[in-house]
C-alpha cells in the first residue's frame, strides 16, 4: 500500500499523472511514446507509469503487475478482478474410460526433445529476436501437429513487440462456451532480458511443452470435442501478462464465453525432500473450477492435491482471464518455497536438483483431463 501511494506520488510530481482519476487516450499516446509503460500494481488502484527500468526493478523485487499499456480503458478502473468466487460448476469427471488410455501416450520422451529446442534459444523474452523466434518454432509445431485436422485451426496472435502468442482452437460438434488451456512461451534473464542468457526449462518451458505434448494426443486420437477447446501458448507473460491481457480481452470485447481456463506456469520442479503434490493457486480463480480440479487430481492423477499459498495480485496469465470475468484455476509444481528458486536466469535448466519429468507428467496427465472432460 505504501509503495503504490508512493508511486501515485512520483507519478503526479515527475509525469503529471493524476492519481485516483482515469487515464485519458492522449496521455497514453504521449506517455508510450517517450517510452513509458502503463502498470497496474495494485487492485482497484488507478494504474502508474514507470520507465522500461522502473518495470524491471519491479520484477526483480518479485512485484507482481499488469502492464495495461496496450489494454487500458477507463471504465477497466472500476472492474475489480475477483480473489475467490464460486461462478461455474461442473459434474464430476465421467469420461475416465476414454481418457485413461490416452493419458499413457503423453511421452516424457516427446516433451524432453521439444524441451530441448526451447532451451537452446538464448532466451524467449517477448521483446528479442530469439523470443519471436520460439514462438515461430511453437507456431510450426504445432501446425505440423495439426496439418492432418481441418477442423483445427492454428493462429497467431500478433502484439506491438515482436514474439506473436498462438492458439490452436478445436472447433466444436455443436456451439458453447469454450475450454481453454493456456502456457507461457517467454522467459526472461532479469539482468539481461533482452541478451541474457534464459533457458526457462520450467518458467514456463515445461508447461509449454507439456501442451504441446496433450495437443499430440488429443489429435491422435482423432479426438473431436462437442464444444470448442482452445490451447494457448502467450507471449510476454513475464513482461506484466502481456499475451494473456490481449486474448482475454479481445474475447470478451467479442462476446466469447469460456467455460473454464487452466494455465499451466511452472510444472516440473519440487524441492528434494519435500512431499510432492500437484499445488492449486488460491486466489484470483474461480472456487468452482478448483473443486473441479480436485477432482480430476483423484481421478487421474498418482499424486495428491494440495491447496497453494495466495500467490497475489497478477502472478501468472489466469489472472488476465480473471479479471475479464472468466472462471479460471492454475495448477502449480509445488507449495510456494517447495518451488523453483532457480527461474529468471541462467540456472533455469533440466539439470537444476529437484528437477523431475515424471513430477511434470501428472500435470500434463490432468491438464488433458480438464480439456477433454469439459469439451467432450
Known amino acids: 500500500m505504501r509503495f503504490v501511494a508512493f508511486s501515485c506520488l512520483l507519478a503526479a510530481a515527475a509525469l503529471s499523472a493524476v492519481c485516483g482519476a482515469p487515464i485519458s487516450t492522449d496521455e497514453i499516446a504521449d506517455m508510450t511514446s517517450k517510452g513509458y509503460r502503463l502498470l497496474d500494481l495494485e487492485e482497484g ?49 465421467s469420461h475416465s474410460s476414454a481418457i485413461t488410455p490416452l493419458l499413457s501416450q503423453l511421452s516424457i520422451s516427446n516433451m524432453q526433445t521439444s524441451l530441448t529446442t526451447l532451451t537452446a534459444f538464448n532466451n524467449r523474452y517477448y521483446q528479442s529476436s530469439t523470443g519471436k523466434q520460439a514462438s515461430q518454432w511453437i507456431f510450426d509445431k504445432v501446425s505440423n501437429i495439426t496439418a492432418s485436422r481441418s477442423d483445427i485451426t492454428v493462429s497467431q496472435f500478433a502484439h506491438s513487440w515482436q514474439q506473436f502468442s498462438v492458439i490452436v482452437s478445436f472447433a466444436g460438434k455443436s456451439s458453447g462456451p469454450i475450454t481453454i488451456v493456456g502456457a507461457h512461451e517467454d522467459s526472461i534473464n532479469l539482468n539481461n532480458p533482452t541478451n541474457g542468457r534464459a533457458p526457462g526449462a520450467d518458467d514456463d518451458g515445461s508447461g509449454t511443452v507439456n501442451l504441446i505434448e496433450i495437443l499430440r494426443v488429443l489429435v491422435d486420437a482423432g479426438y473431436t470435442p ?92 489466469h489472472a488476465s482471464w480473471n479479471k475479464q470475468g472468466y472462471p479460471t484455476g492454475m495448477l502449480y509444481e509445488a507449495i510456494t518455497g517447495d518451488d523453483n528458486q532457480k527461474i529468471h536466469g541462467t540456472g533455469d535448466t533440466t539439470s537444476v536438483s529437484g528437477f523431475s519429468w515424471s513430477h511434470s507428467l501428472e500435470f500434463a496427465k490432468v491438464a488433458f483431463a480438464f480439456a477433454y472432460e469439459l469439451s467432450a
Not at 240 to 254: H, N, P, R, T, V
Not at 272 to 289: F, H, M, N, R
Open 226 to 317: 462437442s464444444t470448442s477447446l482452445e490451447l494457448h501458448w502467450y507471449s510476454g507473460e513475464e513482461g506484466g501478462l502481456l499475451g494473456s491481457q490481449a486474448i482475454a480481452k479481445d474475447y470478451k470485447s467479442k462476446g466469447k464465453t469460456v467455460k473454464a481456463f487452466l494455465e499451466l506456469d511452472m510444472t516440473a520442479f519440487f524441492a528434494p525432500g519435500t512431499k510432492e503434490v500437484i499445488a492449486l493457486e488460491a486466489d484470483y480463480i474461480d472456487s468452482g473450477v478448483n473443486a473441479f480440479l480436485k477432482q480430476l487430481v483423484d481421478t487421474y492423477s498418482n499424486l495428491e492435491w494440495a491447496m497453494d499459498d495466495p500467490c497475489g495480485y497478477a502472478c501468472s496469465d
Open 45 to 93: 488502484a488507478v494504474p502508474v507509469w514507470k520507465t522500461e527500468d522502473e518495470k524491471l526493478g519491479l520484477m526483480r523485487a518479485e512485484t507482481h503487475f499488469f502492464d495495461v499499456t496496450e489494454v487500458y480503458e477507463p471504465e477497466e478502473t472500476l472492474i475489480k478482478p475477483v480473489k475467490l468466487a464460486a461462478k461455474a460448476s461442473f459434474p464430476a469427471p
